[in-house]
DNA sequence: CGGCTTTGTCCTCGTACTGGAAAAAGTCGC
DNA sequence: GCGACTTTTTCCAGTACGAGGACAAAGCCG
């Protein structure tokens, strides 16, 4: 079960690795034209790649007028897993080297049962998954939690909405479990690297990501790498205040942004309505399955009913109205908006557009871009697959 | 007049020159425990740096057992000047090359005035500097103007504050009067370089820097690295909403945090509370100057007035509610508060200070010193030498 | 089938770096 | 003051590495 993955020996063999990750198989000398090395040298650290078996020969190259070239490529056998435990869901996915989705689990899961039922879960799952001959090993596995993390040490800190999680080794047990190297990190990062490998923030390198799930978080890239904090964390938006002396909040404050929306809150104010008749559609809900969610809202919403459209709308502007400080403050070339909630689309996204073009100052929303993650529940995987292998192919 | 002034050839040359300046002088041999290379290598590099001029031996060095080692520093003859444009004043000042402040003059000029005036006005300050013998001519310059700055360039974009300062190419300008190569940037920017240079962020990677003069900005540094985001307006902190629908700011907006403080803010609300008699204390420095100004109120609040301690202390409160949220959203190490008005002292501090704790997490917040700026009115210039220096010590 | 282009391999040369040895310059105890 | 021990510096040879040219291999095109 266990598998030494090699690594690479030194950052020109990273650097090739990573090429061939982002754009697929190429032929030695296409890889000459991206690097700056001399074809001796590139030969030389190709063969020692050959040789570690990180890459294979993969049939020769359609010719570029000459004679043609062999095609190299990550070694397709390499597998890596990207785990997303969200407060309410584990989402589970195979990638190839590429990182491409080879298969993808989602089962619901109340985080608050705490690391050892919801491991067991994740253990499941991954198993599920090996059955359907996706995987044998893995060579690395990203893991994303719903709060802060201690990055180096791969531990949760201090997460309020994940009690008995406190301290717990998630990397060392993972570790143990999948033999293999594991990362772990926030979800809201892990999302932000999805959607800067493979969706829309992709060759973008100031943004940041927010995720409106249960609660609300925003992951945080500088300079194209991800900003954790000093304490880990950095993106802590749930809690920032928008209402003085407003709604008391979980946390013990009041007034905060998760107060008034994100899936908990959206929940509770769509029950309070169809409670108070202002909803024939979502008392109507109500009544057929005991309780409501975002996604009724979501359906409501779209069926055209009036109550749920001002939720979804307060909702965005409260939402709005926080980016648009952050906006002011961290100047990023893209906001991306994601998470559960993104089931309510473009009233959502036009009501934090609203807000935030009104509020901020022109040089920096002049040309900034606010839009909807591409990835949607792949995202959180998928930058957990980007974390295991930027890891794995950079030099040991 | 123009000097080259030699660049390091490599990054080991430039690792060493940064050694130099942060840690002063020392032996080869010390040298030789920071950084990882042979005797030999390092022995060819420091050789090649004394060639260049850039360094000089400097005598014996102490005896640390055996053979007394040859101290080396660098060239005592490199000069760098910064130049710090505020809203209402002018600071200039040179430095050694340790980035020590040799000479220092600061002259009060309304940047509106445009920048062929304030040019006027920096050259004079400099040709002054220059007669009292601290510099001939200078190896580099920074300069900071207080809006956001297209760094590569050089070049002011959209300053709300300095009307026809939009597009000046100022690195151009001044590198042609002093014959030496200029960078330009934010003056929040420079200011959180310069504490973290030799100031309280010495060693952070993290932090941020709240700069109340006029108006109010925040320079961010992530990872040791200023951030300046992508059309280098981060740290645009003035601007946020503190109050909805609250008053007029003069970006446009409404309720703008410096719509409620800042040095123009105070100054107004302090001429009104001297008018309708709220403060006997303002409203008899009102009556002999004519007009009021921060530093009157941070004069009357230490003589004890009531009213001017309230407006401190409301102002502090609205600083206070808007950091909490960028320490949510950002999870710095540390909080630097600077500016002019830093009069105001632990008054102003003490209420920023409980706004953050009560409103942030304790995650955050709970190792987080929050404390006011050490270089005062050199933060500013020393940061803008260290910017230079910065520059000047990294490979050509 | 013969020129032309591209790709891959081989080989040599110059350079940069390492680590040991020894010389130079001190310190310290007796 | 002298010898043993330390530390610093220089010197030197051995080595590893990378650049770049030459050439062979492979393929396109007329």
Redesign the interface.
Known sequence: MRRMTARPANTHQARLLRLLRDGGPRSRAELGDRVDLSRSKLAVEVDRLLETGLVVADGLAASRGGRRSHNIRLAPRLRFLGVDIGATSIDVAVTNPELEILGHLNQPMDVREGPVAVFDQVLAMVGKLRETGVAEAFDGAGIGVPG?VRFPEGVP??P?IMPGWDGFPVREALSQELGCPVMVDNDVNLMAMGEMQAGVARSV??FFCVKIGTGIG?G?V??G?V???????????G???VE?DGRQCA?G?RGCLEAYFGGAALARDAEEAAGEGRSAELARRLAAEGRLTAADVAVAASAGDGTSLDLIRDGGSRVG??I???V??????LVVIGGGVTGLGHTLLASIRTQVY???????T???PIVLGELGQVAGVTGAARLTSDHLFSPA
Chains 1, 2 share one sequence.
């Open positions: 802060p800190v201090a309020p390198q100031d925003c945080i500088a300079g790498e900003h954790r904090g000093t304490t880990g964390s950095a993106g802590d938006v809690h920032i205040q003085p946390c404050n109205q926080v648009a400080g952050l002011s403050f961290f100047n990023p070339g009104r509020q901020s100052l022109p040089l920096a002049g040309n900034l």
